[in-house]
């Protein structure tokens, strides 16, 4: 009984010695999925709201999420969110402070979702238009670096818009339309910055028409619908692509925006001509009334000499 | 008196028998339609103005779908206020359609306007002869009868005939001379058969070129089809019926999928194993002269970049993979932040970043790093990534490098439209000078995706 006593206790302590722990979350990738992406309400003052987000774990290893609000600005032309730190100061687009996620942290299953439930209580004083947060997903980490190196943090938002009901003002203005002034062949590019000087985010709908000197219409080129933060520009970039043109044309760019569909309109004038071409197709014509001439005049004898025969 | 008579009327039963003719049943019958959709008819149940693009119609179960021609037409009239606007969708409840093409400058009214979408269908209909129908015999084919006042408009009680004409139908196995199509009453009739022998199968098609016939409005509950009865029947030279059956034909609304695609963001992050060459790990990634490959001899994984022992001889390199996918349409956005340079905790040391000290977002501009001269920093590659900022990476002279602080950001790399799986490689390089003091020196890097605002 003894001598079998010890042969267990020596197998169990020879297994323990060769059992590998295997690490809840694999490091070496990570994939997560956050929905949605963006979220937009239309509140009052003094208006509670609630909303689901789902993050879903796409590994075959289970990953702790914390999640946690934050304000965010765009400052670029892009449209690039900038999370803002917790501490700091609230600015006139703030909202994270209105809002909880809630569970903050958990564990989700391999190839599993879980949903956390978004709280927004807008207070009764808060400023009409525009306040932007988004919801971070931050997968946690065990690991840190052992040598000189980086420790990698990846962190996921969902963009949260709010527009809190009442007097505002909308403001939008194209503060560029252009194409190249004169282009010796197409396709002509046409760009369009519309900057936004209201008090909430716009999304301006339009479309740019291209019309030869009849004005006759030969392209409508469609604006691209995008947000424009409030305070900043966005920039359009609209290519008629056609090659072969030649005269003056016009872009007509008509659009509108806002709670009232507030017009945006622009106008500008280009020209296209293949001078190259026309150029060359010229010169060959000239050579041909040359050459031409110079064969009627080598073929008629000249005149003295049918003088002198004639004589 | 009386017996003598009904002797004869009894003689002239036995002798002179009234001919009956024992009508059979037609054989293998059926009608196959091109579409069982049933046509969609909703009067309208609020005014709409012109130029809006829905109209408020009563839910009689008909049912929009997408791309439907549809038409409005004055019920007391039968006329049309507008043909051809083109349908968007039908809301949940079945009670606003919503139109691409604007309404037209009658708008539409209540009470006085229907909205249709007619569906027309080929019908083939095929059976088999019972009993040999002599030469200039009938056919009669029997539908239900649908709008004969304004046949072009669908009907809940049967086929409307859409003005058919007799250049529509065909037939094989026999021939016909002369067609006669009635819509009050459904019926189509050809009144001149060719002889047909016994056991024929005989194929009529009607809408032999193009679909004529309108489909029945539903009235059946949504999912259970509605079923119109076909009645054929054949008749001799003088008349005498001879062979008659009927069959029963469905129409079921389309089944209607719904399906909700979630809008969604999906971030990867994957470490890169040592002596990976970069353009082979990601073929958005030029390949530059000299090849750039990890050389730290540890591979990264998705939370840990350890560069090993940085020299002033030579450029360490690691390497990481994010990916995205997204299917918003303004596409996504993917920046970087750092804690700070990367800093010895133990002595305060911090190693220069590649770019300089950081000014503001994407400020200053990436530059390239040289071996022996102390720097450190990140460098993107990948189709999303703009190659004037962070070099064309031909050479190692114009593949650039920079460092993020935590106060401004870099854009590694955006798309404006949704993507599928776009990879962007970050590669590390670090290198130090001849006096940087020996140390660990650590920093976090932090990777954020979003959508575009």
């Known amino acids: 009984m003894k001598k079998y006593l010890k042969t267990l206790l020596l197998t169990i302590s020879l297994l323990l010695l060769t059992v590998t722990p295997v690490s809840s979350q694999d490091d070496n990738e990570r994939t997560f999925t956050i929905v949605p992406p963006t979220m937009q309400f239309r509140v009052k003052q003094g208006e509670t709201l609630e909303a689901k987000v789902k993050v879903r774990n796409e590994t075959d290893n289970p990953l702790t999420f914390t999640i946690f609000v934050r304000d965010f600005i765009v400052e670029d032309k892009l449209g690039t969110p900038k999370i803002l730190p917790p501490d700091e100061a609230s600015n006139r687009w703030s909202a994270a402070k209105w809002m909880t996620v809630l569970p903050e942290s958990f564990t989700v299953s391999?190839?599993?979702?879980?949903?956390?439930?978004?709280?927004?209580?807008?207070?009764?004083?808060?400023?009409?238009?525009?306040?932007?947060?988004?919801?971070?997903?931050?997968?946690?980490?065990?690991?840190?670096?052992?040598?000189?190196?980086?420790?990698?943090?990846?962190?996921?938002?969902?963009?949260?818009?709010?527009?809190?009901?009442?007097?505002?003002?909308?403001?939008?203005?194209?503060?560029?339309?252009?194409?190249?002034?004169?282009?010796?062949?197409?396709p002509v590019k046409i760009e369009t910055e519309i900057a936004n000087f209201g008090d909430v985010h716009i999304k301006p709908i339009g479309t740019i028409e291209v019309k030869d000197i009849f004005g006759k219409t030969l392209k409508t080129l469609t604006l691209k619908e995008d947000n424009i933060f409030p305070g900043r520009a966005k920039t359009y970039e609209n290519v008629w692509q056609k090659k072969w043109l030649a005269g003056k044309f016009t872009a007509n760019l008509a659009a509108t925006y806002g709670e009232n569909g507030l017009p945006l309109t622009a106008i500008i004038s280009f020209y296209v001509f293949p001078w190259k071409v026309a150029l060359a197709i010229v010169l060959a014509i000239v050579i041909i009334i040359l050459l031409s001439k110079f064969k009627k005049r080598n073929l008629s004898p000249p005149e003295f000499s049918k003088k002198a025969k004639n004589n | 008196m009386k017996s003598f008579l009904i002797k004869v009327f009894l003689f002239l039963l036995f002798f002179f028998p009234v001919k009956t003719a024992i009508a059979g049943n037609l054989t293998n019958v059926k009608d196959t339609i091109t579409t069982s959709r049933p046509s969609a008819a909703s009067p309208v149940s609020a005014d709409a103005a012109a130029g809006l693009g829905a109209v408020s119609v009563y839910d009689n179960k008909s049912i929009y779908l997408a791309s439907d021609s549809a038409q409005l037409v004055k019920t007391a009239t039968n006329a049309f206020v507008q043909?051809?606007?083109?349908?968007?969708?039908?809301?949940?409840?079945?009670?606003?359609?919503?139109?691409?093409?604007?309404?037209?400058?009658?708008?539409?009214?209540?009470?006085?306007?229907?909205?249709?979408?007619?569906?027309?269908?080929?019908?083939?209909?095929?059976?088999?002869?019972?009993?040999?129908?002599?030469?200039?015999?009938?056919?009669?084919?029997?539908?239900?009868?649908?709008?004969?006042?304004?046949?072009?408009?669908?009907?809940?009680?049967?086929?409307?005939?859409?003005?058919?004409?007799?250049?529509?139908?065909?037939?094989?196995?026999?021939?016909?001379?002369?067609?006669?199509?009635?819509?009050?009453?459904?019926?189509?009739?050809?009144?001149?058969?060719?002889?047909?022998?016994?056991?024929?199968?005989?194929?009529?098609?009607?809408?032999?070129?193009?679909?004529?016939?309108?489909?029945?409005?539903?009235?059946?509950?949504?999912?259970?089809?509605?079923?119109?009865?076909?009645?054929?029947?054949?008749?001799?030279?003088?008349?005498?019926?001879?062979?008659?059956?009927k069959v029963k034909i469905g129409t079921i609304e389309s089944v209607m999928v719904r399906a909700t695609v979630e809008p969604t963001l999906t971030f990867t992050i994957a470490g890169i194993a040592d002596l990976t060459q970069i353009s082979t790990n990601n073929v958005g990634c030029t390949n530059p002269s000299p090849t750039q490959s990890t050389n730290t001899g540890i591979t990264s994984t998705a939370t840990v970049v350890d560069m090993g022992i940085l020299s002033n001889g030579a450029i360490s390199y690691a390497a990481q993979d994010l990916t995205i996918s997204t299917n918003m349409s303004g596409g996504y956005v993917l920046t970087a932040t750092s804690s700070g340079q990367l800093k010895n905790p133990a002595t305060g040391y911090k190693i220069a970043n590649a770019q300089g000290a950081v000014v503001g977002n994407d400020n200053p501009v990436p530059v390239a790093i040289t071996s022996g001269a102390e720097a450190f920093g990140i460098h993107v590659c990948g189709y999303d990534v703009a190659s004037a900022t962070w070099g064309i990476r031909t050479t190692t002279a114009n593949t650039k490098y920079a460092l993020p602080s935590a106060a401004y950001y870099y854009t590694l790399a955006s798309e404006t439209t949704a993507v599928t799986s776009s990879k962007t490689t970050v590669v590390y390089g670090g290198t130090v000078s001849a006096t940087t003091p020996p140390g660990l020196y650590t920093t976090v890097l932090t990777y954020v995706a979003t959508p575009i605002f």
């Not at chain 2, 209540?110 to 019908?123: E, Q, S």
């Not at chain 2, 819509?183 to 009529?204: E, M, Q």
């Open chain 1, 110 to 186: 391999p190839r599993s979702s879980f949903e956390s439930m978004l709280y927004v209580q807008i207070p009764g004083d808060a400023t009409y238009g525009g306040h932007y947060a988004a919801i971070v997903f931050e997968p946690s980490s065990q690991s840190t670096v052992s040598g000189s190196g980086a420790s990698i943090v990846t962190q996921s938002a969902s963009l949260i818009y709010l527009h809190i009901l009442g007097p505002i003002t909308e403001n939008g203005q194209i503060t560029l339309f252009q194409a190249p002034k004169f282009s010796e062949y197409g």
């Open chain 2, 83 to 245: 043909t051809g606007i083109n349908v968007a969708s039908q809301s949940a409840a079945r009670t606003t359609v919503y139109f691409t093409t604007p309404l037209g400058a009658s708008g539409a009214m209540a009470g006085a306007d229907v909205l249709i979408v007619p569906i027309t269908a080929k019908h083939t209909i095929v059976f088999k002869t019972e009993t040999y129908i002599s030469a200039t015999g009938d056919l009669e084919i029997i539908l239900s009868p649908g709008n004969s006042t304004n046949q072009a408009s669908p009907s809940a009680t049967g086929f409307s005939f859409n003005n058919l004409q007799t250049t529509d139908i065909a037939i094989s196995g026999p021939t016909c001379s002369a067609w006669t199509v009635t819509a009050s009453t459904g019926i189509i009739k050809c009144t001149s058969l060719s002889a047909v022998a016994a056991n024929t199968t005989v194929t009529v098609t009607i809408g032999s070129t193009l679909p004529v016939l309108i489909n029945p409005t539903k009235t059946a509950t949504i999912g259970t089809a509605d079923t119109w009865a076909v009645s054929l029947v054949t008749y001799d030279a003088t008349g005498i019926e001879l062979d008659r059956t």
